[in-house]
């Protein structure tokens, strides 16, 4: 089991960056992938990226170019980089632990966090 907090969001204006964080408890960490989603307000929690225990990184097709995801097994911490955010980028960013299935739907992940704000307004 892996127990997962993020943190790291907050207000930022359009064209900002900021760097999300995701720390792992558990001594299993490094086998596991672990993913990004986010969930906007009436909307659904949608895929953002994922990093899997190789380092091979899985965007959605939107953030490509924008977002960089990273892991540092050392320090039992995902990263994600957010560059060029707009405001269509305001959500509660969380990240969960890939334990099934596709990369891309949130069904294959456990044990997620409780969420950071990310907000993009001027």
């Known amino acids: 089991q892996v127990q997962l907090v993020e943190s790291g969001g907050g207000l930022v204006q359009p064209g900002g960056s900021l760097r999300l964080s995701c720390v792992a408890s558990g001594r299993t960490f490094s086998t596991y992938a672990i993913g990004w989603f986010r969930q906007a307000p009436g909307k659904e929690r949608e895929f953002v990226a994922t990093?899997?225990?190789?380092?091979?990184?899985y965007y959605a097709d939107s953030m490509k170019g924008r977002f960089t995801i990273s892991r540092d097994n050392a320090k039992n911490t995902v990263y994600l980089q957010m560059n060029s955010l707009k405001p269509e980028d305001t959500a509660v960013y969380y990240c969960?632990?890939?334990?099934?299935?596709?990369?891309?739907?949130?069904?294959?992940?456990?044990?997620w966090g409780q969420g950071t704000q990310v907000t993009v307004s001027s």
């Open positions: 990093i899997s225990w190789t380092r091979s990184t």
């Open positions: 969960a632990a890939h334990n099934r299935g596709t990369y891309y739907h949130r069904s294959s992940y456990d044990n």
